[in-house]
């Protein structure tokens, strides 16, 4: 069965500081990977997607980028944090194709402080 | 302008009260119809995808039903332990992403 992966669980920076979540995805190949933020009654909007190695789609101009350097590895950065980089961070998952249904990972509490 | 729009947002329910939760949809050319279920601090949770106007999907107490411009997760006899936010999420096609709405808190009082 696949599983889904994120770390840190929760993670508190400051201002200016770099940033780096990760996640990973187990059984499964060529999976299309997504990067969402969750605040509070904004519900849930999507960051990145990925459908391959080295693949990025951005949705939200912001100064958060992605890279995928391995088949079921996503990561997230940031250079310098803003105060407005709070939030719940979500990686997911679905089969190639991108009919299928998305799974999502256990999720990061960034405190931007 | 929302194309997914959830009501009510925050539903309070006495145990065993059914009700129905709705999911509407502006978007045409639709792929598919999400209802996901999300407890605070966690991921959301898969429940169920609907692809045609009439399909209906069961699984324990819920029931997702999907018509041509929304859907409904219907709680049956609802317990504390249903007490969550649901989401739903449409698909327009494609490789394209999910667009999710702002989610329903439920909360099952005993």
Not at chain 1, 15 to 43: D, F, K
Not at chain 2, 81 to 95: I, K, M, P, Q
Request: hydrophobic share 35%; glycine share 10%.
């Amino acid at each position: 069965s696949q599983t889904i992966h994120q770390w840190p669980a929760t993670l508190v920076q400051p201002v200016g500081s770099p940033l780096s979540l990760e996640c990973t995805v187990e059984g499964t190949s060529n999976p299309n990977l997504y990067w969402y933020r969750q605040a509070a009654g904004r519900g849930l909007q999507l960051l990145f997607y990925s459908v391959g190695i080295g693949q990025i789609s951005s949705e939200v101009p912001q100064n958060l980028s992605a890279s995928r350097p391995q088949d079921r590895q996503f990561i997230l950065s940031s250079k310098k944090l803003l105060l407005s980089d709070s939030g719940f961070y979500l990686c997911a998952w679905s089969l190639a194709g991108g009919a299928d249904t998305q799974y999502f990972g256990p999720g990061t509490r960034l405190t931007v402080l | 302008e929302d194309q997914v729009t959830q009501s009510p947002e925050a539903l309070r329910l006495q145990e065993g009260e059914s009700s129905s939760l709705n999911c509407s949809y502006t978007v045409s050319g639709l792929r598919g119809l999400f209802w996901y279920r999300q407890d605070p601090g966690k991921g959301p949770e898969f429940l169920f995808t609907l692809y045609s106007a009439g399909e209906e999907k069961e699984k324990e107490r819920l029931k997702a039903t999907l018509t041509k411009k929304e859907s409904f997760l219907h709680i049956t006899a609802p317990k504390p332990e249903d007490s969550a936010t649901y989401l739903c999420a449409v698909r327009l096609g494609g490789n394209t992403p999910l667009v999710f709405g702002k989610g329903t808190r439920l909360s099952v009082i005993a």
